[in-house]
């Protein structure tokens, strides 16, 4: 049989041409990556991030739901990169049964834990009581909190609650936020609604009497987005604010038909 390297093998020929092409050829005309964020090297955000990770008290808990974690703009690498490692942990799953997550079911029955979910049996964050009233610039020592967080869409955030019972046991709590969202490359369910870092930020800042922390970790936020809206990205208004305007273009369920149609009849008479 002959011999593979044999003269004039068309095979053979292939190969050693194969093994004399200079792999930098390959990877002309590709952009350059960071290593870090893995975004394009022309728009990273590691320059905005804190100079060294933020030491806090609080521990975020971040509930991820599996699909989030394939969006290329996602937020939660900036909080995870921007915070102690141990004040910051990612859990992914659609259902967190106590015998695959022992460590989070003892989270979830403490005391001190925190849900961050909307509903008319959630409080006010910043009614949420402190061990210490005196103010961090005193030296007071607050009470340090477990804060739950779901990831996803606003959909998958309500799926996860639902279908986790462990998820009823920790009290409820909601931010009262005036300022608008800086993430604006990304359509909000509603002008109040706020990306997971964000959410994250004011928390920490309300739990923490830090009102700072909010501009440090949001800085590489706006930075993502500056750069997006440079590179043909437009701004989204929410969608509750393309629905009262007439601007929403799909199919609306009919729970929200029912709730604009209220707001129609109560404005009516609020002219009366």
């Known amino acids: 049989m002959a011999s593979m390297a044999e003269e004039g093998d068309p095979f053979s020929t292939f190969l050693e041409i194969a093994d004399n092409i200079d792999t930098n050829e ?23 991030l804190p100079r060294e990770p933020l030491d806090i008290r609080t521990t975020i808990y971040i509930l991820q739901h599996p699909f989030e974690e394939s969006r290329c703009l996602r937020t939660v690498p900036i909080l995870c990169r921007s915070i102690v490692k141990d004040r ?15 460590g989070l079911t003892d989270i979830l029955r403490s005391p001190n834990t925190i849900l961050l979910y909307p509903g008319p049996d959630a409080v ?11 103010s961090a610039s005193e030296g007071g020592n607050y009470q340090s909190y477990n804060v739950i967080i779901l990831d996803g869409t606003w959909a998958q955030a309500r799926g996860l609650y639902h279908q986790n019972e462990m998820l009823h046991w920790p009290r409820k709590a909601q931010i009262q936020y005036g300022e608008k969202s800086k993430y604006v490359i990304r359509t909000q369910p509603t002008d109040s609604a706020l990306s997971t870092l964000e959410t994250a930020a004011v928390a920490i800042s309300i739990l923490e009497d830090r009102p700072d922390i909010v501009e440090i970790l949001t800085r590489p936020l706006e930075a993502l987005c500056d750069f997006q809206l440079l590179h043909g990205a437009v701004k989204h208004q929410s969608r509750e604010y393309k629905i009262e305007n007439g601007l929403w273009t799909k199919p609306l369920p009919r729970s929200t038909l029912r709730r604009l149609q209220k707001l129609r009849t109560d404005g009516e008479r609020n002219t009366l």
């Open 26 to 48: 390959c990877k002309r005309g590709r952009r350059a990556v960071c290593d870090s964020c893995r975004r394009p090297s022309t728009v990273c955000w590691c320059p905005f």
């Open 88 to 102: 910051v942990h990612v859990i992914r799953g659609k259902k967190f049964p106590a015998a695959k997550y022992p």
């Open 124 to 134: 006010d964050l910043s009614e949420v009581s402190l061990l210490d009233c005196g």
